[in-house]
C-alpha cells in the first residue's frame, strides 16, 4: 500500500520561504517519478515541480527561479523549497507519485 505524507505548509508573509516534504512508504522515489501540484479556492489542480525517474525536473513558468524540487533517496523524500513567496501561492499543495499516487495535502497560505 502506498502513502505519501506532505508536511511543512504552514502561513507566511509575502517574501519568505517554506520547505515542503513528502514522504514516502510503499514505494521507491528513487525509480518513480514525484510531482508536487498545488490547488487554490477555487481552481482547478496545477502543476508546479516535477522530477521524472531519472531526475529530469519541469517547473511551472509561474514557479520557476522560486521553487526547487529535490529527492532524497536514502529518506525515500521528496521536497520543495520555496522562496520568495507571493500571496499567489497560497493553495492547498499536494505530492504525487509514479503517476497516480497522491499525498492528503498541505496548506501553503501567504499572507501578510
Known amino acids: 500500500q502506498v502513502q505519501l505524507v506532505e508536511s511543512g505548509g504552514g502561513l507566511v508573509q509575502p517574501g519568505g520561504s517554506l520547505r515542503l516534504s513528502c514522504a514516502a512508504s510503499g514505494i521507491d522515489f528513487s525509480i518513480n517519478s514525484a510531482g508536487w501540484y498545488r490547488q487554490a479556492p477555487g481552481k482547478e489542480r496545477e502543476s508546479v515541480a516535477f522530477?521524472?525517474?531519472?531526475?529530469?525536473?519541469k517547473y511551472a513558468d509561474s514557479v520557476k527561479g522560486r521553487f526547487t524540487i529535490s529527492r532524497d533517496n536514502a529518506k525515500n523524500t521528496v521536497y520543495l523549497q520555496m522562496n520568495s513567496l507571493k500571496p499567489e501561492d497560497t493553495a492547498v499543495y499536494y505530492c504525487k507519485a509514479a503517476g497516480f499516487h497522491w499525498g492528503q495535502g498541505t496548506q501553503v497560505t501567504v499572507s501578510s
Open positions: 522530477v521524472s525517474s531519472v531526475g529530469s525536473i
